[in-house]
């Protein structure tokens, strides 16, 4: 069997909000087929690297297949992987006696260690990639202990995603973007009421409420004590929820 593990585009230290790297990976029988990250246009794409006999990576394993693969698996806009970076050890054998003794049921790749590399991660790390190619998370914990940001991040992307960006309320302006200090919006007759702002990671940045406003309103958020990168804005309006994607650049 020849393994194919190929990662193309620019390779550099992966931050929160850049563009993901593309990769290609083989993954283990009976899937026998590749993963292609660029296939994955329009899907929250959970990544969890790991070493095939690391011990803290097979405890960690069970929990990710729990606490986060079967919560989210069933939603369209939703996949994940399993990438071995133990290169060296990495086979149908050892990769297959991981799976089973994590219970893993998402796919799971063989010799990914260049993946990794393109990352500049490690195993046993959890990672987030958000439908648009965006990294918007890379765990920094164990597996085990970033359980919660990880979850918060998929929460997060999956708002965003598939989600029909403001065709309802045609008149909602959301002004300027990319934003300097001061984000306004402004919504014609329809009437608005609520308004949160989120970082990259899920975290609730802002939120506001209102009651009675319709004609002609309109509101300024000061952003000058948030730093620079990707947010997420959600506005109720009108009974539909509009979300988009903001950028702070200064």
Same mark, same amino acid.
């Given at each position: 069997?020849?393994?194919?593990?190929?990662?193309?585009?620019?390779?550099?230290a992966q931050v929160l909000g850049d563009p993901a790297p593309d990769f290609e990976v083989?993954?283990?029988?009976p899937d026998s087929t590749t993963f292609k990250l660029s296939d994955q246009e329009g899907?929250?794409? @959970?990544?969890?690297?790991?070493?095939?006999?690391?011990? %803290?990576?097979?405890?960690? +394993?069970? !929990?990710?297949?729990?606490? &986060?693969?079967?919560?989210?698996?069933?939603?369209?806009?939703?996949?994940?992987?399993?990438?071995?970076?133990?290169?060296?050890?990495?086979?149908?054998?050892?990769?297959?006696?991981?799976?089973?003794?994590?219970?893993?049921?998402?796919?799971?790749?063989?010799?990914?260690?260049?993946?990794?590399?393109?990352?500049?991660?490690?195993?046993d790390r959890l990672m987030v990639i958000d439908g648009e190619g965006i990294l918007v998370?890379?765990?920094?914990?164990?597996?085990?202990?970033? @359980?919660?940001?990880?979850?918060?991040?998929?929460?997060? %992307?999956?708002?965003?995603? +598939?989600? !029909?960006?403001?065709?309802? &309320?045609?008149?909602?302006?959301?002004?300027?973007?990319?934003?300097?200090?001061?984000?306004?919006?402004?919504?014609?007759?329809?009437?608005?009421?609520?308004?949160?702002?989120?970082?990259?990671?899920?975290?609730?940045?802002?939120?506001?409420?209102?009651?009675?406003?319709?004609?002609?309103?309109?509101?300024?958020?000061?952003?000058?004590?948030?730093?620079?990168?990707?947010?997420?804005?959600?506005?109720?309006?009108?009974?539909?929820?509009?979300?988009?994607?903001?950028?702070?650049?200064?």
């Open positions: 069997m020849i393994l194919l593990i190929a990662c193309t585009g620019q390779l550099y083989e993954l283990l029988e899907k929250v794409v @959970l990544v969890f690297f790991f070493g095939n006999t690391c011990p %803290s990576c097979l405890s960690a +394993g069970s !929990d990710v297949e729990t606490s &986060i693969y079967q919560v989210f698996k069933d939603n369209t806009n939703f996949t994940a992987i399993g990438i071995d970076t133990w290169d060296t050890s990495s086979n149908e054998s050892s990769v297959t006696n991981f799976k089973n003794t994590t219970g893993i049921s998402f796919p799971l790749a063989l010799k990914g260690g260049s993946v990794a590399a393109a990352y500049q991660t490690t195993y998370h890379k765990g920094i914990l164990v597996a085990r202990n970033d @359980l919660d940001n990880t979850i918060e991040a998929i929460n997060q %992307s999956l708002t965003v995603t +598939g989600l !029909d960006l403001g065709s309802h &309320i045609p008149q909602l302006n959301v002004f300027p973007n990319p934003v300097s200090d001061v984000l306004h919006i402004a919504v014609g007759d329809a009437s608005i009421s609520g308004i949160s702002l989120y970082d990259i990671t899920g975290k609730r940045v802002h939120k506001a409420t209102f009651s009675g406003f319709t004609e002609l309103f309109s509101v300024e958020i000061p952003l000058q004590h948030l730093e620079q990168g990707i947010y997420f804005y959600s506005i109720q309006a009108e009974e539909q929820l509009y979300t988009g994607k903001l950028l702070i650049q200064r």
